[in-house]
Each structure stands twice: as C-alpha cells, then as structure tokens.
C-alpha cells in the first residue's frame, strides 16, 4: 500500500509540475502577455510560490527529496522555449528555494 501511494504522489508532482511549468507559460503566450509581466508575474511570482509551496508539502509528509527536482528541471527544458534564454538558470534558484524550504519541514 505505500509504493502505491508514493506512486500517486509522484504522479501528482509531475502533473502539478507540468502545469507550472509547461501550461502557465503556453497561456501567457496564448494572450501575448509582455515579458517584464511574464517574467515577474508568472517566474517569480507564481513558480517560487510553487517551488517552496512544494517543498513544504513534501517536508510535512516526509517524501524523498528527490521530488523535488521534477519542477525545476521540467522549468529548465521549457525556459528556453517561452522565455528569454539565461532565465533558465533560475531553476535552480527554484530548486534552492524547494530544499530550503523542504529542510524547514523536514
């Protein structure tokens, strides 16, 4: 019964991760929303909120922090594509954000 349920979990992370990472910015380009909005509004707003909202929900129910790597590098293949390309480096600011976060739970 636990593999089962980390297996859902983990497939919740990745869905929720994909939306963050792949939806959201497919949107923002759907409206042509500029990018000083995308990069404030849906980077650091949006993506860091998730990052650390993450963290915390997997340092409270004691998931492997390895988790924690599907939203940054799903953020890191994709910045390329939607955003100006040295943004994707910020993923690993996401991912220093989700551990930070996930040590203070843990």
Request: charged letters at 15%.
């Amino acid at each position: 019964m636990s593999k089962k349920i980390n297996l859902i979990r983990t497939l919740w992370y990745i869905v929720i991760s994909a939306i963050f990472a792949l939806v959201i910015p497919m949107v923002s380009e759907l409206f042509t929303i500029d990018d000083v909005t995308q990069i404030g509004f849906i980077v650091f707003g949006f993506d860091m909120i998730f990052s650390v909202l993450v963290g915390l929900y997997a340092g409270k129910h004691k998931d492997s922090w390895i988790l924690l790597l599907i939203f940054p590098v799903m953020f890191f293949i994709t910045a390329k594509t939607f955003f100006i390309s040295p943004l994707k480096f910020v993923a690993f600011i996401f991912l220093a954000a989700s551990l930070l976060a996930y040590g203070i739970k843990r």
